[in-house]
């Protein structure tokens, strides 16, 4: 089990390699990171900065760097993006606040423009990677894969007819050459912290499997709703979009639906599996360095760690 005392968190406003800490002042934060094709956000409100520190943010950061965790325990970065809006005010006479709302790749997402030519003979990995690499012609700079999407796409078209039968043409956003490679292929794309993260629809990203439970963070009980597995536990920077949690099936409330004097359960179907293992689709994370906030929520979706064509073996961490 990790220690999950001594709340740590780091607050890094940037542009290039000219960088303003905020880790010492109290603030807030709550950032919402998903598998969607829109970009990752955060919001952060940073209490009682001097006025002049406040007008530098104004007008020279661009970036910004969260990283959250425990001093003895898990640590890590929980969102980086791009500064998008910035509001000043007061809660109290005494407190003073700047608001930060941030985006995580949304100039990938809303601007870049791919021109590429593909030989004939390409197979899906290739065309995946040129779309990845290539740059935008409007000057946006391509995204580096996660270090683990280059596995997870070696993979791509098994069983199908892999190579181009004759060369292609794309030009358009790349956001859509990329999702629709994903569709055909049967993948979920998305940004995170600034890669491109490509994961199975029916499989994770590699790594030891995040156990949840009563004593290792799992606040309350978890249930099954339409989207998925709900669940909130202590804040956790090791749980990311794409990878796996562990949450023992009899932690879970099971939910009966009735519909025209017919019962079905659960609301989702496998739903849940006797090995509890989970992929996590979307996690909110929320925290006051100040106060009580210190949480993860999710939604995830059962996986069969045990299938055919899946990762390698999982292993499990606390």
Same mark, same amino acid.
């Given at each position: 089990?990790? %220690?999950?005392?001594?709340?740590?968190?780091?607050?890094?406003?940037?542009?290039?390699?000219?960088?303003?800490?905020?880790?010492?002042?109290?603030?807030?934060?709550?950032? =919402?990171?998903?598998?969607?094709?829109?970009?990752? /956000?955060?919001?952060? =409100?940073?209490?009682?900065? #001097?006025?002049?520190?406040?007008?530098?943010?104004?007008?020279?950061? /661009? !970036?910004?760097?969260?990283?959250?965790?425990?001093?003895?325990?898990?640590?890590?970065?929980?969102?980086?993006? /791009?500064?998008?809006?910035?509001?000043? @005010?007061?809660?109290?006479?005494?407190?003073?606040? +700047?608001?930060?709302?941030?985006?995580?790749?949304?100039?990938?997402?809303?601007?870049?423009?791919?021109?590429?030519?593909?030989?004939?003979?390409? /197979?899906?990995?290739?065309?995946?990677?040129?779309?990845?690499?290539?740059?935008?012609? %409007?000057?946006?700079?391509?995204?580096?894969?996660?270090?683990? #999407?280059?596995? +997870?796409?070696?993979?791509?078209?098994?069983?199908?007819?892999?190579?181009?039968? =004759?060369?292609?043409? +794309?030009?358009?956003?790349?956001?859509?050459?990329?999702?629709?490679?994903?569709?055909?292929?049967?993948?979920?794309?998305?940004?995170?912290? @600034?890669?491109?993260?490509?994961? *199975?629809?029916?499989?994770?990203? *590699?790594?030891?499997?995040?156990?949840?439970?009563? !004593?290792?963070?799992?606040?309350?009980?978890?249930?099954? !709703?339409?989207?998925?597995?709900?669940?909130?536990?202590?804040?956790?920077?090791?749980?990311?979009?794409?990878?796996?949690?562990?949450? #023992?099936?009899?932690?879970?409330?099971?939910?009966?639906?009735?519909?025209?004097?017919?019962?079905?359960?659960?609301?989702?179907?496998?739903?849940?599996?006797?090995?509890?293992?989970? =992929?996590?689709?979307?996690?909110?994370?929320?925290?006051?360095?100040?106060? %009580?906030?210190?949480?993860?929520?999710?939604?995830?979706?059962?996986?069969?760690?045990?299938? *055919? %064509?899946?990762?390698?073996?999982?292993?499990?961490?606390?």
């Amino acid at each position: 089990m990790a %220690n999950q005392f001594g709340r740590q968190a780091s607050l890094i406003v940037s542009t290039g390699t000219q960088g303003l800490d905020l880790s010492q002042l109290r603030f807030k934060f709550q950032t =919402r990171n998903a598998d969607t094709q829109a970009p990752n /956000t955060l919001y952060v =409100r940073i209490y009682n900065l #001097a006025p002049t520190t406040v007008q530098t943010i104004q007008k020279e950061f /661009t !970036t910004v760097t969260l990283q959250a965790g425990y001093e003895s325990g898990n640590y890590g970065i929980i969102f980086q993006g /791009t500064i998008k809006q910035i509001a000043t @005010g007061r809660e109290r006479n005494v407190d003073s606040y +700047l608001d930060i709302w941030a985006a995580d790749g949304d100039e990938f997402y809303n601007f870049a423009v791919i021109s590429l030519s593909l030989a004939a003979g390409q /197979t899906p990995e290739q065309v995946i990677n040129a779309i990845q690499s290539a740059p935008s012609v %409007n000057g946006v700079a391509p995204v580096q894969y996660a270090s683990d #999407a280059q596995g +997870l796409v070696a993979g791509a078209g098994a069983g199908q007819a892999q190579a181009l039968s =004759r060369g292609k043409v +794309l030009f358009g956003m790349t956001r859509d050459y990329a999702r629709d490679w994903a569709d055909k292929y049967g993948y979920r794309w998305s940004l995170q912290n @600034g890669q491109f993260v490509v994961v *199975p629809i029916t499989g994770y990203r *590699p790594g030891e499997a995040v156990v949840l439970s009563s !004593t290792t963070g799992l606040i309350g009980i978890p249930e099954i !709703t339409n989207e998925g597995v709900t669940a909130r536990a202590l804040l956790n920077p090791l749980i990311r979009i794409g990878c796996l949690v562990q949450i #023992a099936q009899s932690d879970i409330n099971q939910i009966t639906q009735q519909q025209q004097g017919l019962q079905y359960s659960p609301a989702v179907a496998n739903a849940t599996t006797a090995a509890g293992f989970y =992929r996590v689709m979307l996690a909110t994370f929320s925290g006051d360095t100040r106060a %009580n906030d210190w949480y993860v929520d999710i939604v995830c979706l059962a996986v069969d760690t045990t299938a *055919p %064509n899946q990762n390698d073996s999982v292993s499990v961490a606390g």
